[in-house]
């Protein structure tokens, strides 16, 4: 079945620095990829996501990238403000899942950025 | 609206003891899920509802049962609950057709 994989597990930027979570998933036939924000204490919240038709897509300061032949996914976050510091989780859809929230999920980064 | 909201906020029971998590939705959402989230482990499925009356089992189901009451509320339940059971329990509905999640703000169980 598929296998979400996320990298760092920690990450420590300065504020206005970039920040990157990379992620690989094992099934080809994934096809959504979302990027969920988890603050303290509260449940995680879709912020971005991409389809496997697409190659990046950009949403103010966040954006991601798909590498289908790699089976790779990254979040790019620039301009990074006190209030990115959350968790983050990326997703894949394994097959079957289509159209539907059953996703696989990485395993989280901690972002902290310091002002 | 309130979205999700999933009660009780905390838990802690004793081995064997039984619980039942609520959750309810106010987004008119046809599918509903429950995740579990442990340190390091990210997020897993322990069971999916499509439409009130149909429930399916997700990567984690042992250990625990679930009841689509209407289109409104999902319920989780453990019968006779194990130290190993110990998590942050997040329950999330979607549209139709949709993979969007929305999550509530989690039950944080502790069993003894």
């Known amino acids: 079945g598929e296998n979400v994989e996320q990298h760092p597990s920690t990450l420590s930027v300065q504020e206005g620095d970039s920040a990157v979570i990379k992620c690989t998933y094992s099934?080809?036939?994934?096809?959504?990829f979302p990027w969920y924000k988890q603050e303290l204490g509260k449940g995680p919240q879709l912020i971005i996501d991409?389809?496997?038709?697409?190659g990046e897509k950009k949403d103010q300061r966040i954006a991601v990238t798909l590498n289908k032949t790699a089976k790779h996914f990254s979040l790019h976050i620039t301009e990074t403000q006190p209030e990115d510091s959350a968790v983050y989780f990326c997703?894949?859809?394994?097959?079957?899942?289509?159209?539907?929230?059953?996703?696989?999920f990485g395993q989280g980064t901690t972002l902290q950025v310091k002002p | 609206n309130a979205g999700v909201t999933q009660t009780p906020k905390f838990q802690v029971l004793k081995t064997g003891q039984s619980m039942t998590l609520q959750c309810a939705q106010d987004?008119?959402?046809?599918?509903m899920y429950w995740y579990r989230q442990d340190p390091g482990m990210g997020l897993r499925l322990i069971y999916y509802?499509?439409?009130?009356?149909?429930?399916d089992k997700g990567e984690v189901p042992n250990g625990y049962n679930v009841s689509r009451l209407n289109k409104r509320e999902f319920s989780l339940r453990l019968e006779s609950a194990a130290p190993s059971q110990t998590s942050v329990y997040f329950c999330?509905?979607?549209?139709?057709?949709?993979?969007?999640?929305?999550f509530g703000s989690g039950t944080q169980l502790s069993v003894l």
């Open positions: 997703a894949a859809n394994p097959k079957g899942s289509s159209n539907t929230g059953k996703l696989i």
């Open positions: 099934d080809s036939a994934s096809n959504y």
């Open positions: 999330a509905s979607s549209g139709v057709r949709d993979e969007k999640l929305f």
């Open positions: 991409i389809r496997s038709n697409v």
């Open positions: 987004m008119n959402h046809n599918s």
């Open positions: 509802s499509a439409s009130e009356g149909t429930t």
